[in-house]
């Protein structure tokens, strides 16, 4: 019965976010994420908490990951980001995930703490307050800023132990920013894991926000000390792919986006455990 729940849980929160405009750029990155098509909603570790807040819950070492990204290879418009997550006590875990956008006439920052943990052997959930922060310049003196917080939270189920059913509700309570009252961005997460062995993962997740819906497939390959990646994602559709080598406790992580129209994302990322 405990693995049914969550299900009906999800479809609520899916009402509850329904679509909208909204404010603020995606200052997600999860190099590993990316890379597979965007479906960081089934996956590990402090880079995924903003995809998913239970992402954390079975995360049992402290580790700290630096990385960014170049949206369409265009300096100007990169993202760049701090990770970490560390067990807090019994079954519960805490994450912090910080990002920075823009330069210096228009900037975002994005502050998130998680709490998560295992509510059962088999399920995490994952609670995640986010202040997000919005400053515009002249070009001689501050124009304005605005600032505002929002709730995300998630889970995990385990099925058959190669199994995972996971979803996300973000800012499912319609936080707004500024005095135009814009909506931050509402999205709605749920998917599919395959892990036949450690570190070969099969994904299919789906995601629904203001521009519609989407379909995210993921695929890694362990060989050895690297995991190749790949991925492809739907509206508008995309190609991605990447990989991740470790070493002595180093992880380096890099990823690449194709668009339609406009040239390469490129991620990278470098995690370290301690």
């Known amino acids: ?122 399920m995490s959930f994952g609670l995640q307050p986010v202040i997000c922060m919005a400053s515009i310049a002249d070009g001689v003196s501050e124009y304005g800023s605005a600032t505002t917080m929002a709730v995300n939270m998630g889970f995990q189920v385990r099925m058959y132990n190669r199994w995972l059913l996971a979803a996300s509700v973000r800012n499912p309570f319609q936080a707004r920013l500024g005095n135009s009252s814009e909506y931050l961005k509402r999205r709605v997460d749920v998917g599919l894991r395959y892990e036949p062995v450690t570190d070969m993962i099969s994904a299919l997740t789906f995601s629904r926000d203001f521009y519609g819906m989407r379909i995210h497939v993921g695929q890694s390959l362990p060989l050895g000390p690297v995991i190749i990646l790949a991925g492809v994602q739907s509206n508008p559709v995309s190609i991605s792919g990447g990989m991740v080598a470790s070493t002595f406790g180093i992880s380096l992580k890099y990823a690449v986006i194709t668009h339609p129209q406009l040239d390469l994302t490129h991620q990278f990322g470098v995690t370290y455990d301690f």
């Open 1 to 122: 019965m405990m693995r049914i729940k969550p299900a009906v849980f999800f479809f609520a929160l899916l009402i509850l976010a329904g679509q909208s405009l909204a404010a603020f750029e995606e200052l997600e990155i999860g190099v590993a994420s990316q890379a597979m098509g965007g479906t960081g909603v089934v996956l590990f570790g402090a880079e995924m908490a903003l995809f998913n807040p239970a992402a954390i819950a079975g995360v049992y070492d402290r580790n700290v990951t630096v990385s960014g990204r170049l949206p369409f290879s265009n300096m100007d418009f990169g993202t760049y980001g701090i990770d970490g997550a560390f067990h807090l006590s019994g079954r519960w875990n805490l994450g912090l995930n910080l990002r920075y956008f823009g330069g210096d006439l228009y900037n975002e920052q994005m502050a998130a703490v998680t709490l998560a943990g295992m509510l059962t052997d088999d």
